[in-house]
């Protein structure tokens, strides 16, 4: 077993200067929004894609949207219940598909804003309903898990419901089985596109969190054909590798009107040169998938890098921003991440729009509230009811 450095201790973190996010390639400084949307906004965008996250699939010849099932009186009668298969076809004859659960608020007055997010271990794991079929497919074809409801407090559909909310979830594996043989790929969506490239040249431009990315996309579209749903008001989270997930589906598609991550740590919301807790040498060791194959060279040169984190929260910018840390969980640096969403307001400000600062205060299980939202819990790393109960805070302002 390999062993790496990890530091857990405060007092440890290097001195460290951050990059300017408002500082072009060419050495100048961005004064306003415009030059922010046009310029730098860009640039950081194509810098991640290039030293970090590579490029998102790109459109299938044909998308297909069927609904497979539809439960009018899910939730103790409180929703109505869809699982929609997503079929993306190419002229070649090549399919991929991978199936959506849907909650659906019943008896509203107007159609119901959603959240939007990928799950770890099927469907059938997010929901209390035992009659919910079965996704999650693994490399080898078998099942992630074979139990049903084991991360029922992770998705809380039953209160988002109550709040008049719409909630849906696809698992990630369905999109790119998260496996860190250099072959998995081919059982991911690129396979639609890039069957004859080698190893070697996909790895150069494609991850499995810009695949993942691609599908959340891909799920609001579906959304948006559904009479129910206000697709307008579209909230993509997710948990720690599906929070960095969520910061780059948000980063490459604006539709999201907020963009909530939880304890996603490093190349996620905490900032990479505190050199605290998981690593750039660390991740790319236990997850090179997860990144294109340039990025590895950044292994204990995070200082090298040519941006930090607060750029990669910066991407959202100015719509609503929710990150989130637990006390206990130092893999993921909570300090860090806070730092980022101070940092990112640089940005924000140049919409006119106040945020939290490095200096301000964020005791434990309360909530900073604005534009850059952030919170610390208490406990570890895992997305509960204290964190769903700020993030349906935050939605309930966005109109």
Same mark, same amino acid.
């Given at each position: 077993? #390999? ?95 991978? #199936? ?69 979830? #696809? ?64 909230? #993509? ?163």
């Amino acid at each position: 077993m #390999v062993e790496f450095h990890k530091n857990t201790d405060e007092s440890l973190v290097p001195d460290y200067v951050l990059p300017d996010v408002l500082m072009t390639a060419d050495g100048k400084k961005i004064e306003n929004a415009f030059d922010w949307i046009q310029t730098r906004r860009p640039e950081i965008l194509a810098l991640y894609k290039k030293v970090m996250y590579g490029n998102l699939p790109p459109r299938a010849v044909k998308t297909e949207f069927e609904t497979i099932s539809c439960k009018e009186d899910a939730l103790n009668n409180t929703a109505v219940r869809k699982e929609i298969q997503l079929t993306f076809s190419m002229a070649d004859g090549k399919s991929h598909s991978f #199936v959506m659960l849907l909650y659906i608020p019943k008896n509203l007055s107007a159609p119901a804003p959603v959240f939007i997010g990928l799950n770890f271990n099927g469907n059938q794991n997010c929901t209390s309903e035992d009659d919910v079929m079965m996704t999650g497919r693994l490399l080898n074809g078998g099942l992630v898990a074979n139990e049903r409801s084991n991360q029922v407090q992770r998705w809380q559909f039953e209160e988002t419901i109550k709040r008049g909310y719409a909630s849906a979830t #696809v698992c990630y594996h369905d999109i790119y089985p998260d496996d860190k043989d250099e072959n998995s790929w081919r059982n991911s969506v690129y396979n639609l596109f890039f069957a004859d490239e080698s190893n070697e040249e996909f790895h150069s431009h494609g991850s499995a969190i810009s695949a993942w990315a691609w599908g959340l996309s891909r799920m609001l579209d579906c959304l948006e054909t559904e009479p129910m749903i206000d697709s307008s008001k579209a909230f #993509v989270h997710g948990h720690s590798r599906l929070g960095k997930t969520s910061l780059w589906a948000g980063a490459n598609d604006t539709r999201f009107k907020l963009v909530i991550t939880n304890d996603s740590g490093c190349c996620g919301s905490a900032i990479a040169r505190r050199d605290f807790g998981e690593t750039v040498e660390i991740i790319t060791h236990k997850f090179p998938h997860w990144f294109v194959s340039s990025f590895p060279k950044y292994s204990k040169r995070e200082a090298e890098l040519p941006f930090d984190q607060h750029f990669f929260v910066a991407l959202t910018a100015p719509r609503y921003l929710a990150i989130a840390s637990a006390e206990l969980d130092s893999h993921a640096d909570p300090k860090g991440e806070f730092l980022a969403g101070a940092h990112a307001g640089a940005v924000y400000k140049l919409f006119g729009i106040d945020t939290y600062t490095p200096d301000t205060p964020h005791p434990v299980d309360s909530y900073i509230t604005g534009a850059v939202n952030y919170h610390v819990r208490s406990g570890g790393h895992d997305q509960n009811l204290a964190d769903w109960t700020h993030y349906w805070d935050i939605a309930a302002k966005i109109k």
